[in-house]
């Protein structure tokens, strides 16, 4: 959770947990890339001798969780080099395991299909992630709140009442809430909510941004 100042009171919001989570092709052109092929690898290849150890055991499909890695995090080349290599030990399995070929191969079809779907959504996924940032609304929602820095700034003046426009003018000019009410005769919570009320109107969020519209507010009383 993170806390925000409105009008000197505190507001709660969520954290949106974006850091923490691996984002397609996380390592793709990195130092650590290789290495990081590397171990899939080598985990495919544990999985693998365990499958042939335990013929009775379907082992196999725990290969799906280091191939999903590789497919998700590496580039083009070393995810499609970890996939060969997946294949192969597949192949490796079914002509070691006669008596559950049948299952093995079954087993490698599901697994191979799985990851090529993964890789897809991580291809388009990268692609959407890469190019957010160089997106523009072209088109304003009706729910965006009016601001006095785009088509909405008479909007967002008018809902004002009359007392928000009063408070919102003495905070722009750098009152504190027990100034503003002293001035306008009206208590602490008072001056917040109004505050509160004219930020939401103005789709501001902060005393800097109401400092910054201070000219279009007029002048306090």
Known sequence: MRSRAIGGKRYRTKLIPDRFLVRPNAVAGSAREPLI???CI????????????????VVGAFALLPLLAAVWVLSNRL??????????????????ETTNRLTVILLAVAVLITALVGRFYATGLASVLSTRGHIRPTIRSAVTPPTLDGNGSSHGLRSLTRREL?????????????EIGRRLNIGDRTVESHLASAYSKLGISSRMQLIRMAAKLGSPP
């Open 37 to 39: 092929a590397g171990l």
């Open 79 to 96: 995810a499609t080099m970890v996939a060969i290599v997946a294949v192969l030990f597949f192949g490796a399995a079914a002509a070691e």
């Open 42 to 57: 080598v985990l495919l290849g544990a999985v693998f001798v365990a499958e042939i150890l335990t013929p009775d055991v």
């Open 166 to 178: 009063e408070v919102a003018r003495l905070a722009a000019e750098g009152y504190r809430a027990a």
